[in-house]
């Protein structure tokens, strides 16, 4: 169905940025939601950050606000996240996913996911 490949993470320190990327083979990539989750060492998968299929509508978490930025290029079946003023706390892996029929409820609900990616931002 969907395919999944993160790829950009690695270490970086505090107050640095990372772009990470997400390649994604499917028929319908354009009409899907996309977003991105991360789980922590011990913590539940949070989300962070979704887009819709046009682009015209981001989402974010309160705790990424105003330092990461979602997009997409449809074209190459690609989203991206961009990350910036990066905090130890964002140490998680990051994941895509996917949303073949989304719903009002963009947090959730998402039908593929890629393998993660890690990010390690150190003190």
């Known amino acids: 169905q969907v395919q999944l490949v993160e790829s950009g993470g690695g270490l970086v320190q505090a107050g640095g940025s990372l772009r990470l990327s997400c390649a994604a083979s499917?028929?319908?990539?354009?009409?899907?939601?996309m977003g991105w989750f991360r789980q922590a060492p011990g913590k539940e998968r949070e989300f962070v950050a979704a887009?819709?299929?046009?682009?015209?509508?981001?989402y974010y978490a309160d705790s990424v606000k105003g330092r990461f930025t979602i997009s997409r290029d449809n074209a190459k079946n690609t989203v991206y996240l961009k990350m910036d003023s990066l905090k130890p706390e964002d140490t998680a892996v990051y994941y895509c996913?996917?949303?073949?029929?989304?719903?009002?409820?963009?947090?959730?609900?998402?039908?593929?996911w890629g393998q993660g990616t890690q990010v390690t931002v150190s003190s």
């Open positions: 499917g028929r319908s990539f354009s009409s899907y939601r």
């Open positions: 996913a996917a949303d073949v029929r989304p719903s009002a409820r963009y947090t959730t609900g998402y039908d593929y």
């Open positions: 887009i819709s299929w046009s682009g015209g509508s981001t």
